[in-house]
């Protein structure tokens, strides 16, 4: 943070807003009176992300253990849509737990939840005083760190199917990452809570170790400024908006301008007397020489027994990417091949009022290692867990994933409407059904380069990869179930796409604009169609369009013959559907585009057309990936570029996000341990 608040804090006078009233009693929002509660929350209310919005209520819950009752707090519950369709055995699919950190809400999980709620049912709620929900009860005790377990222990059990045994994934952010801790870990003291049932941790961007004895004095000093006070001190730090101290310190000073926009929101929806009861609650009591309580260190995160994705940002000032590498070393996982110290610890906090460290350099005094990551080793669904290519058909009318239909400002996203089922059960061997797996530890480390910070959560440029790279972790460690093309193929119980589909088929452009001027992207052609059969289609695109290729997995519905007669080549590469293509056919792909593309003859005119079945997600896929590896396209570029010459571009997210992952600049990964 700034140098400046330690001087002002002895000496007031240099800021000119002391001299208001009106700005001594601000909080949160920079328009907003301390005592206006409910234009606190009506602010608040009118930024939240329609996917919340339409799956939030506000539940009271009593914690018999505390003695405390949380009379409005916001929970976000959204079921699996096809939930009843999906096998229960030996138990449904793990619920998904979201735990945000100090200052922080729900709404920060938004970009990857548009992704991750259409693999499991997912739980979110703000915790007290946060995002949407009431500041009650006011008892400084309701907010330590034990009595947010406890109550996030509540929460999870009134939404858990505990009669099937249900199990729960923990994906948790800064401060939620100690939270997540002391639930999933045997030897917490509140592992008697549900740890049995938890069989995943998520936690990004993580905190190893509590604060030290002096970091405690010096946070304690900072939690006992009267909030007039530090509200002052926070209006000061905002000063410049998105390019203010406040901003900057949780961004970084390269940040995209929509991650400033966002962070500076957050910060402004963060109640100065909820941070103060939280940080104050996080201290760990040394009275004993040892610290008790407050957030957890190598004795609590040692005893997770389950699968642990760790992820950092390297510019991340607040919780350095060496927290990772330490956990990692309390999990017994070899890190010595890791880099040099760089970066120093403060606090984790999701949107901090203020930077402690300023206050006393005691709060950022210990040194950290940044865990230098092996870029091998993305994830990938395993063979033995692949559906048969005899159930790898393309579905009807019952939308299976995010039916929201939300529109807001780009926040949330409608994917897969292709994808749908009947309403009979489905028909599956359960011979084909893949098992959990077996709980154990498993570590991966994933740090995103700069400009990656404390935000990356949310941040455009991370956050689709890491909804990728946590998905593919899901199915890859926890549930194969877990895997969104393996339920959109489970789920498909008819017969061939063709005749089920042909209306849809029908109001699908044939053709896209060009593309790169190399390609045009394709639906299927359909030999006994008016319009779109090979016949017509020669005479409408000859000239135009000099190769065919033809990714759908199964056969062709016409007969290339009648392409190649008219003079346009065929080519068949089979790829499977709902699936996002693996490295290996990416590639295959690239050199098959290559070698057809040296063998045009000087004579020749005409592009590259290119056909799944509608043509927007495999087919966008695999353009994408050639454009980005050999026409030299970032990713955003070339997802763009396709959305522009085939609207509305790829429909799937999780396609979306397995393309972030492939070619995120940069991002460093550790082999699984």
């Avoid at 548009?114 to 008892?139: E, M, Q, W, Y």
Wanted: aromatic share 6%; glycine share 6%; hydrophobic share 40%.
């Amino acid at each position: 943070m700034h140098q400046l608040l330690p001087l002002w804090v002895r000496n007031p006078a240099p800021c000119p807003a002391a001299r208001s009233i009106h700005v001594m009693r601000c909080i949160g929002h920079p328009k907003l009176g301390m005592h206006d509660r409910s234009a606190h929350l009506r602010y608040v209310d009118s930024t939240d992300p329609g996917l919340l919005k339409k799956h939030s209520t506000f539940e009271s819950y009593s914690v018999p253990i505390t003695g405390f009752t949380y009379p409005s707090i916001r929970t976000f519950f959204r079921p699996h849509p096809q939930q009843s369709k999906l096998p229960n055995e030996p138990h449904p699919i793990p619920l998904l737990v979201f735990i945000h950190g100090l200052g922080g809400s729900v709404a920060q999980f938004n970009p990857i939840l548009i992704s991750l709620v259409n693999l499991a049912p997912s739980l979110a709620i703000d915790l007290p005083g946060c995002g949407r929900s009431t500041f009650h009860p006011k008892d400084w005790k309701a907010y330590t760190t034990d009595a947010l377990v406890q109550l996030l222990a509540v929460a999870i059990e009134a939404h858990r199917d505990r009669d099937a045994n249900q199990k729960v994934i923990l994906v948790a952010h800064s401060m939620g990452c100690s939270l997540a801790a002391l639930l999933a870990s045997s030897t917490s003291p509140h592992a008697a809570l549900i740890s049995e049932h938890i069989v995943g941790l998520v936690a990004i961007c993580p905190q190893a170790e509590p604060p030290s004895e002096k970091q405690r004095k010096a946070l304690i000093r900072a939690t006992s400024i009267p909030s007039v006070m530090f509200d002052l001190i926070r209006k000061w730090d905002r000063r410049g908006g998105v390019d203010s101290r406040s901003v900057t310190r949780m961004v970084g000073p390269d940040a995209e301008e929509k991650t400033k926009k966002l962070q500076l929101r957050f910060n402004e929806q963060s109640q100065t007397n909820v941070w103060r009861r939280m940080a104050r609650g996080m201290i760990p009591d040394y009275s004993g020489g040892i610290p008790a309580g407050g957030l957890p260190g190598k004795d609590v995160w040692s005893g997770l027994r389950l699968p642990v994705f760790l992820a950092a940002g390297e510019a991340d000032h607040l919780t350095p990417p060496d927290n990772a590498k330490l956990i990692a070393h309390f999990l017994g996982r070899d890190i010595a091949a890791m880099d040099p110290p760089s970066d120093k610890a403060s606090l984790p906090m999701a949107a901090a009022p203020i930077d402690p460290g300023s206050l006393d350099p005691a709060l950022a005094e210990r040194p950290h290692h940044d865990s230098g990551i092996d870029a091998n080793d993305l994830p990938r669904i395993k063979e033995e867990t692949t559906v048969p290519s005899t159930l790898l058909f393309s579905p009807s009318a019952e939308s299976l994933v995010n039916d929201d239909n939300i529109s807001t400002a780009g926040e949330s996203a409608t994917i897969g409407d292709d994808v749908s089922i009947t309403n009979a059960p489905a028909s599956i061997s359960t011979s084909n059904v893949p098992l959990p797996h077996p709980r154990h530890l498993v570590v991966k480390t994933v740090i995103f380069p700069k400009p990656a910070s404390h935000s990356l959560l949310f941040a455009p440029s991370t956050s689709r990869s890491l909804s990728g790279l946590v998905g593919d972790f899901f199915a890859d460690h926890i549930d194969p179930r877990l895997s969104l093309g393996w339920q959109l193929q489970y789920l498909t119980t008819e017969g061939k796409w063709d005749v089920k589909n042909l209306k849809k088929w029908s109001s699908t452009e044939p053709v896209s604009l060009p593309l790169a001027d190399t390609f045009r992207a394709m639906k299927t052609l359909r030999e006994v169609d008016e319009q779109h059969s090979p016949k017509i289609f020669v005479k409408d695109w000859a000239g135009k369009i000099r190769v065919v290729v033809d990714i759908s997995h199964g056969s062709p519905v016409y007969d290339p013959k009648g392409l190649e007669a008219g003079g346009i080549k065929y080519y068949k590469f089979p790829c499977v559907s709902k699936m996002p293509p693996q490295t290996e056919e990416v590639k295959a792909f690239i050199e098959l585009i290559d070698t057809i593309r040296a063998d045009k003859s000087e004579d020749e005119t005409g592009l590259i057309g290119v056909h799944c079945h509608y043509g927007f997600n495999r087919t966008g896929f695999f353009l994408v990936c050639y454009l980005v590896e050999r026409l030299k396209y970032r990713v955003e570029e070339a997802i763009d570029a396709f959305a522009t010459a085939r609207p509305i571009g790829i429909k799937h997210a999780h396609f979306i996000d397995a393309l972030h992952v492939r070619y995120a600049v940069g991002l460093r990964k550790a082999p699984t341990l």
